[in-house]
């Protein structure tokens, strides 16, 4: 494992590209992007924005916004109503009754209740559940059929609702180095079907799970001809925002009402207490991650605050360490009920799946033991 020189990325993130000096791609437009001259930036934005919604003027919704009523999405959706002057339409693809938080619940209606309208999409949960299991034993990833209709709902409603442009946050390619999605301009969202987390959007394991194809149409990205026939478009939002990351879009959106985790750190490894905040299997799930590749939750917010100057990588190791990987066992233990399996079967599996460079296995300990130390090179 090799991390990047500036932050604490390393190269076992899926498609992580570091460049001759070692930096990493977040990094590197990092850097760049200090000179970036942000209110050229915006105009561009509206310029393309103009381009893509003048024929459809007051006659539909300007584009659609995929929300949660988390952080991110609540900064997003009044950004774009207020800086963009669009109307849009809010998308939200809601977790099943027994997976979503009170917290989440109550975000959503806080976002909603500022005056926008919303369409749901509710998978259904039984599917949902099944799903699941077999994510968490095929791939040790409890939300690799969760991120696909989270992902696919939103341009699914736009063909729907025939709006011809998607606003997404952060162009992932840039913000947090998954070269997959990389697009013809920092602006182009068309190919986030390619992000690693979808993994290009396979489905047939899906389908042999839960044995009809009609059962998981909500996990089904439309096609890409459908897609270009229809003029529909992608556009990243986050390269006119000077300031996108887990710490500002927290300080934006708590005075705004978001309500936040009231679990410490010490459950969840969320140093702001404010990422992911549906549901609280997302901590898991940065657990699982953690074994498999090295890095966690802490790492994600670490990175951009050494990127922000705001920490130094020596500080961010210290963090790193501590609190990548963290997850209360009473968030495995609903996890267990809800997908009927046991904590042994669940140990099991997070056993068979860590990392065997990285990790080892000790007698009379249920979780595997680091081998490696954030911010040192191993092998
Ligand atoms: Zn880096």
Known sequence: MRYCKTCLSP????????NAQGICIACTYSEA??????????????????RLTQRRKYQEYDCIVGVSGGKDSTRQALWVREKLGLTPLLVCVAYPPRQVSQVGVDNL???ISRGFDCVMLGPAPQTSRDLMREAFFRFTNIFRATEMVLFAGVPKMAVAHDIKL?????????QVGDAGSLGESIWDGNNIRNLNTLAG??????????????????????????????LINTVFLGPAWSNWSISENSAFAMPVGLHIRKEGVASTGDLMGTSMLDEEWATINMM?????????????????????QRLTREEGAVLVKRYDGICDDKYVESFCRYVSISVDEFWAQVARAASPVLFESVPGKQRPQPLFTPGVDRG
Do not use: C, H
Request: net charge positive; hydrophobic share 40%.
């Open 109 to 111: 209606s806080n976002l």
């Open 11 to 18: 190269d076992t993130r899926p498609n992580a590209r570091f």
């Open 288 to 308: 699982l991650k953690y074994y498999k590749l090295g890095f966690g939750r802490a790492s994600d917010y670490v990175n951009e605050e050494i990127r922000a």
């Open 33 to 50: 992007s200090r000179d970036i001259a942000y209110e050229a930036r915006l105009r561009e934005l509206r310029e393309i924005v103009r």
């Open 166 to 174: 998607i606003l997404w946050g952060e162009n992932p390619a840039l």
């Open 201 to 230: 959007g396979e489905l047939g394991w899906m389908v042999d799970k839960v044995g009809r194809p009609e059962s998981i149409l909500p996990y089904q990205f439309p096609d890409v001809a459908l897609m270009r026939e229809k």
